[in-house]
């Protein structure tokens, strides 16, 4: 069977075909302003290069569509919103200090009396009569709604019964369930929810378009899958429903493909790109994951996004009195000096000292103009941004691991300080399009229970089985899952052995 | 000290000074922020009052209640603070002139500002711990001999308790049950006193400190927050282990640092109740409670509370002189470590 990995980047987009592991093609185009675009041009030009297409039985996308509509407002869907929570809750209404580029695209927000406490029961009974006065308000106006509810991740019941009544008054309309989306805190779960709900579209249509051109390129039985923010895969349907899980993926991508390239599980991952040099940790495989909470486009969320150290310094980055953090970006083999332009960028840099050739570049027009001094200094001056952003990164004093990926990696020193080796995979420039094919299935699932009212084991195992109930719909193979992380984090000021539980599970690929 | 009035930025900064002062616990002031910003729209500015001369004005302390976590879940409604500082004023037969802060660390130095914007009644500079304390007894207004109760204890619905405890325990004992049978938290008016005793008892200018060391976090300037509060640099590194359980209802643990810089081959024990409360250099005690010992990120300074303290960060340890009357001996009674079931004295920073 082949695997197509397509990996979505700030200036390029990859594509690579894989058969059990072994690079078939390869293929790297610039990303267009709708990636859609970029992603038709990689996967068709790839596809000329694979004999039978009728062998490619997935293909893995990692992308930045979730994260541009919200970025750019565009494509949006009209949307509602429903808070299930009075008289609680009222101090912060629905869309708080949002932007005004995505609240044009709200029909209408409602709040009505309903919710959970913590321990399950309600906080007050459904109000289903404003439910009913609301869905009249909203039918045929709107293409989806978000519907919240305070302590839903203890007790769905009011959001499930708020759905059937939409679809009882006729609603068509998509719906988000926000204990789906899962997390604590109302307001980040509840922005999550919306955004899901306002990014559906874009997916709606990326996934179509895909399986189209999949269809009329011949991979008549390639199935689709979309990379996660955690480092897992799901399903283009799973992700038509869940869009929001995926606004991270590329960026995990990279640190997956670390580690499926090399074998190594622990280390520090250096992507280094066009525009920046993204340093990530690989912990057991996975993504290390940021305790912050995580803002997109200036909305805090709930989501748990890969702790990544974004430094301004990649291939394209321009070089004047200071380095960076402006880029040439996708431009660099038109205006960087060894191309026979204008600008001096980090490559040029890199190339004059190392005596490295990136692409078709000439290192004799660099040394013509720069001398060797000269950009020696330069270049050290990058070696201790590198060493810096390393360090900060690190998660013990000794000497770590550096996996080096992505495009510029072949600019790095062959020493960094605090890097007891720095391994440079074969195919490194794909490794994020590589690390999409090998990738698993995964989903994660987080709750409040209280060990005293429930016992820990059947805590534990009813969420286990909510894991893995969501990562069979995310695309998973029931018969290979496996638990990869509980966590158990108490809650101070509750009685009876409170705690938040968090369980991820992975799986093969049902394909 | 002199009157003064606070905008967003104000309210911006106190919740970041708030964090540091609240020595890793007293919870996210997120929720209360963005209720407080709301509520400022077209409102412009709260009024902040000198507490410390006056007679008989009457004082009322507002706060919230019970778990941080169900408050970001089970947002408040937005007036219950409020509604309950009204039963107290009807029970009590007096009109409220001031609001103080029980606490001026975490969520609790934003709660009666909530509560000023609603009604236009002043806050008082000050509070009755100068940092955060995790019991309603635990404070200098009760160490003084001013009751804590009667305690109005209100909920989103409107369920309204009022807690005659027979001391500071009691109090504390019986709010924490009905709280709990709220849904985890809850809304309290407590502490009523004259204006006279306050300026005798509170901690007076605690509310402008923690604006002032906001301002200085946020500029990134640790020596002139050094120069404020004058703190001790008590340890720089890395997080080598975070361990945590709950007991009793407070998350309980330890972390321990590994050092760098001036502490290379060194390490750091710190236990913590909610709160840090015990650092450990080696086996030397080097600061205790009531004493405060703050996490800040090494890069960012900003406040690490103990839940979000994780293996591999790089923390900066500050160790800083609780107030005077947080060290008398009455008031040891209820915040030394043995308060918190440590077998430990109280060691000043700077006396080991």
Request: aromatic share 6%; hydrophobic share 40%.
């Amino acid at each position: 069977m082949i695997k197509v990995g397509v990996d979505v980047g700030s200036t390029h987009t990859d594509a690579v075909a894989l058969a059990e592991g072994e690079l078939l093609a390869s293929v790297k185009v610039r990303t267009t302003p709708d990636p859609t675009a970029g992603i038709q041009e990689a996967i068709g030009k790839l596809s000329s290069r694979i004999g039978n297409r009728d062998e490619v039985g997935a293909l893995m996308l990692g992308t930045t569509h979730g994260l541009n509509a919200i970025l750019q407002a565009k494509g949006l869907a009209r949307t509602a919103i429903l808070r299930i929570g009075l008289p609680a809750g009222e101090g912060i209404p629905p869309l708080t200090e949002w932007p005004a580029r995505l609240t044009d695209h709200v029909i209408s927000a409602k709040m009505v009396r309903g919710g959970h406490e913590y321990t399950g029961e309600e906080i007050v009974p459904l109000d289903e009569g404003a439910i009913v006065k609301f869905a009249d308000d909203i039918v045929g106006k709107v293409d989806g709604v978000a519907i919240t509810s305070i302590f839903s991740t203890v007790n769905p019941a009011h959001e499930l019964r708020a759905a059937q009544i939409l679809n009882e008054r006729g609603v068509r309309a998509h719906l988000t369930l926000s204990h789906m989306v899962g997390g604590l805190g109302l307001i980040e779960r509840e922005n999550s929810t919306i955004l899901n709900e306002m990014v559906s579209p874009v997916f709606k249509r990326l996934v179509s378009r895909l399986k189209e051109l999949m269809r009329s390129l011949g991979m008549n039985h390639a199935k689709l899958f979309i990379a996660q923010n955690d480092g897992t895969l799901a399903s283009g349907e799973f992700t038509m429903e869940y869009p929001i899980f995926t606004v991270a993926g590329p960026v995990s991508n990279s640190i997956r493909g670390a580690h499926l390239l090399t074998g190594i599980d622990n280390a520090v991952v250096m992507d280094v790109g066009g525009t920046t040099t993204n340093v990530g940790v690989l912990h057991n495989g996975y993504p290390r994951e940021s305790s912050a909470p995580v803002e997109i486009g200036g909305i805090r969320t709930n989501f748990r996004m890969p702790d990544i150290h974004a430094l301004a310094l990649g291939g394209g980055t321009i070089i004047n009195e200071s380095i960076g953090p402006e880029s040439v970006g996708y431009e660099l083999t038109s205006k960087g000096v060894g191309w026979g332009g204008t600008v001096l960028t980090a490559s040029d840099v890199a190339m004059g000292v190392k005596g490295i050739k990136i692409g078709d570049a000439d290192i004799s027009k660099i040394l013509l103009r720069y001398p060797s001094s000269y950009l020696r200094g330069i270049y050290d001056r990058m070696i201790s941004m590198w060493e810096e952003a390393l360090d900060l990164m690190k998660i013990s004093r000794e000497d770590v691991q550096v996996i080096a990926v992505g495009g510029g990696s072949i600019m790095l020193p062959p020493e960094l300080r605090g890097a007891s080796k720095i391994v440079r995979p074969d195919n490194a420039q794909f490794a994020n399009a590589i690390g999409a094919t090998l990738t698993k299935v995964g989903a994660t699932v987080e709750k409040t229970f209280s060990y005293s009212a429930t016992s820990r084991e059947l805590a534990i195992n009813s969420t286990v089985n909510e894991a893995k109930e969501m990562a069979v719909k995310a695309g998973g193979d029931p018969s290979t899952l496996d638990i990869r992380e509980i966590e158990e984090v108490p809650i101070p000021y509750l009685p009876g052995d409170s705690v938040k539980l968090t369980v991820k599970v992975v799986g093969n690929l049902r394909i | 000290m002199e009157n003064f009035s606070i905008g967003v930025r104000e309210v911006e900064l106190l919740a970041l000074g708030a964090a540091f002062l609240g020595t890793g616990g007293g919870g996210d002031p997120l929720v209360g922020k963005l209720m407080l910003r709301r509520y400022m729209e077209g409102k412009g500015s709260i009024e902040i009052v000198d507490g410390s001369s006056g007679k008989d004005e009457f004082v009322l302390g507002s706060a919230m209640m019970g778990a941080p976590i169900v408050m970001i879940e089970k947002v408040p409604g937005g007036g219950e603070a409020v509604k309950a500082l009204k039963v107290y004023s009807q029970i009590a037969g007096r009109k409220v002139d001031f609001i103080t802060p029980l606490e001026i660390g975490g969520i609790n130095s934003i709660i009666p500002l909530i509560v000023s914007i609603q009604t236009g009644i002043p806050v008082l500079d000050g509070d009755g711990m100068g940092r955060a304390f995790p019991e309603l007894q635990m404070t200098t207004f009760y160490a003084d001999g001013i009751p804590v109760s009667p305690v109005v204890v209100f909920d989103e619905r409107g369920n309204v308790s009022v807690v005659q405890g027979v001391d500071g325990y009691w109090s504390e004992k019986i709010a924490r049950v009905i709280t709990v049978r709220y849904g985890g938290s809850a809304y309290i008016a407590l502490h009523g006193m004259e204006l006279s005793e306050y300026s005798r008892s509170a901690v007076l200018g605690s509310l402008s400190t923690a604006i002032q060391v906001g301002e200085r976090l946020a500029s990134k300037n640790i020596d002139s927050l050094r120069d404020l509060l004058h703190c001790v640099h008590l340890f720089k590194g890395k997080v080598i282990e975070v361990y945590r359980r709950v007991e009793r209802g407070f998350s309980k643990g330890y972390v321990v640092l590994e050092g760098a810089d001036q502490w290379k081959g060194k390490t750091m024990r710190v236990d913590f109740q909610n709160e840090f409360l015990i650092a450990k250099e080696g086996d030397k005690i080097v600061a205790t409670v009531p004493d405060l010992i703050s996490f800040v990120d090494a890069y960012t300074l900003t406040p690490v509370t103990t839940d979000r303290v994780r293996y591999g960060q790089r923390l900066v340890v500050l160790g800083t002189p609780s107030h005077p009357k947080l060290r008398s001996t009455e008031m040891l009674k209820y915040v030394s470590p043995r308060a918190f079931g440590y077998d430990v004295n109280f060691t000043p920073l700077g006396a080991s």
